[in-house]
């Protein structure tokens, strides 16, 4: 199973961009995905999941102006981020379990399987 995180770029303050992560299974459908982000100098921070029946979980950081989906006939899920912001800066990454269960789906530690990452700079 691999994951490819795509989608990240230099954005200004205000702005959107949409993340996406491809996967290479032909079961993406069994698998919960999150998204995670880990800002320079800072840990590796939960973003938000999506699980096997589409329902979604947000960070309170991004609430309200980060969107998560997926595309099972595409094996992809997305980011969708809206109303950007300079403390949006990080490196995304994608990872996907299908083992997790609900209690464990914003735990980092949850996930075997991640993307390589992307670079989202946001500019005031």
């Known amino acids: 199973v691999q994951l490819q995180a795509s989608g990240g770029g230099l954005v200004q303050a205000g702005k959107s961009l949409t993340l996406s992560c491809a996967a290479s299974i032909g079961t993406f459908n069994r698998y919960v995905v999150a998204w995670f982000r880990q800002a320079p100098g800072k840990e590796r921070e939960f973003v938000g999941w999506i699980s096997r029946s589409f329902a979604t979980s947000l960070a309170d950081s991004v609430k309200g102006r980060f969107t998560i989906s997926r595309d099972n006939a595409k094996n992809t899920a997305y980011l969708q981020m809206t109303w950007l912001k300079p403390e949006d800066t990080a490196v995304y990454y994608c990872?996907?379990?299908?083992?997790?269960?609900?209690?464990?789906?914003?735990?980092?530690?949850?996930?075997?399987?991640w993307g390589q990452g992307t670079l989202v700079t946001v500019s005031s």
């Open positions: 990872a996907a379990s299908q083992r997790a269960i609900l209690s464990e789906y914003a735990n980092q530690n949850a996930y075997y399987t």
